[in-house]
């Protein structure tokens, strides 16, 4: 059974960081592309941030360029998001995902394979 557990999300204040991994279990990932999403509430769920198999093709939204790292460790089967100052409208549930393409896309449609997310707060 394919799995995709997120962990690291938290309560912050304004300027903070975290760190959310995503880890696979049921298969290997390390020829797929992966990426974060992330939903805010009351809103739908948008792109953040993607990175191809070999990490050398890595996506961001403009709202976090500059602030959030996409990073992985096939050996580990792992995807990281490192985030750096952090605001309010940071807050959201952040889903990873894998994609069955060597290729990120910005597109949720394009992932087959999904994590069951993990809340970000970040207070002001």
């Known amino acids: 059974q394919v799995q995709l557990v997120e962990s690291g999300g938290g309560l912050v204040q304004a300027g903070d960081s975290l760190r959310l991994s995503c880890a696979a279990s049921g298969r290997t990932f390390g020829s797929y592309a992966r990426g974060w999403f992330r939903q805010a509430p009351g809103k739908e769920r948008e792109f953040v941030a993607a990175i191809s198999w070999n990490g050398g093709n890595l996506y961001y939204a403009d709202s976090v360029k500059g602030r959030f790292t996409i990073s992985r460790d096939n050996a580990k089967n792992t995807v990281y998001l490192q985030m750096n100052s952090l605001k309010p409208e940071d807050t959201a549930v952040y889903y990873c995902?894998?994609?069955?393409?060597?290729?990120?896309?910005?597109?949720?449609?394009?992932?087959?394979?999904w994590g069951q997310g993990t809340q970000v707060t970040v207070s002001s």
């Open positions: 995902a894998a994609r069955g393409s060597g290729f990120p896309s910005t597109q949720e449609k394009e992932y087959a394979y």
